[in-house]
Nanobody, 125 residues
Framework: QVQLVESGGGLVQAGGSLRLSCATS????????MGWFRQAPGKEREFVSS??????????YYADSVKGRFTISRDNAKNTVSLQMSSLKPDDTAVYYC????????????????WGKGTLVTVRP
């Protein structure tokens, strides 16, 4: 069982920045991936970004809508994955969910084994 706890959501003006963090606990594995999805009101949940956490990887992936604005990173010592969000737009308003998969790579269609409860990000125009 893996537990994911998100933090760092909030209210920000357009153009501003926020940093989301996801703390992981429980039994992981030597090869897995973590990432972020988001769900805006009235829309389906969508992939945002991910990072491979296998020993020799660390490769990152981003949705086209956030490339150049968001950066995902990991802190192995703290078992934490973070998402630095900059140049935020009102369209970025959503509940952001941390996700964990035992697959080595997480993309849009990758089955997710565990979800966090989500953290709300609101971007004012």
């Amino acid at each position: 069982q893996v537990q994911l706890v998100e933090s760092g959501g909030g209210l920000v003006q357009a153009g501003g920045s926020l940093r989301l963090s996801c703390a992981t606990s429980g039994r992981t594995s030597s090869s897995y991936a973590m990432g972020w999805f988001r769900q805006a009101p009235g829309k389906e949940r969508e992939f945002v970004s991910s990072i491979s956490l296998s020993m020799s990887s660390g490769r990152t992936y981003y949705a086209d809508s956030v490339k150049g604005r968001f950066t995902i990173s990991r802190d192995n010592a703290k078992n934490t994955v973070s998402l630095q969000m900059s140049s935020l737009k009102p369209d970025d308003t959503a509940v952001y969910y941390c996700a964990f998969t035992y697959a080595g790579t997480m993309l849009s269609g990758t089955p997710v084994n565990y979800w966090g409860k989500g953290t709300l990000v609101t971007v004012r125009p």
